[in-house]
């Protein structure tokens, strides 16, 4: 049974960082990307970054230069390090196994609230 347990998610300011964890069961952390997700209130979920089994990142527009995906594929784990956070992070964070394109896996979420 797959499960995706995130952590780390918190109260900061803007400017501030925080690093986001999920770790990975279910024996899917070699053969599945990795990804991180976020849906702010009355807004559609966003796809934030992505990490491939070997490593190679995509970020969407509105974090690149400052959030950092990377996985630790020994822990099955997965990070996103959050720099300079900004009030408009303040999500709830999903992490997701994706394979083919497709996120078929969830994390239950970790809020992240970004204060001014």
């Known amino acids: 049974q797959v499960q995706l347990v995130e952590s780390g998610g918190g109260l900061v300011q803007a400017g501030g960082s925080l690093r986001l964890s999920c770790v990975a069961s279910?024996?899917?952390?070699?053969?599945?990307?990795m990804a991180w997700y976020r849906q702010a209130p009355g807004k559609q979920r966003e796809l934030v970054a992505t990490?491939?089994?070997?490593?190679?990142?995509d970020y969407a527009d509105s974090v690149k230069g400052r959030f950092t995906i990377s996985r630790d594929n020994a822990k099955n784990t997965v990070y996103l390090q959050m720099n300079s956070l900004k009030i408009e992070d303040t999500a709830t964070y999903y992490c997701?196994?994706?394979?083919?394109?497709?996120?078929?896996?969830w994390g239950q979420g970790t809020q992240v609230t970004v204060s001014s």
């Open positions: 997701s196994a994706r394979r083919y394109g497709i996120s078929l896996y």
């Open positions: 279910g024996n899917i952390f070699g053969s599945h990307s």
């Open positions: 990490i491939t089994p070997a490593g190679s990142t």
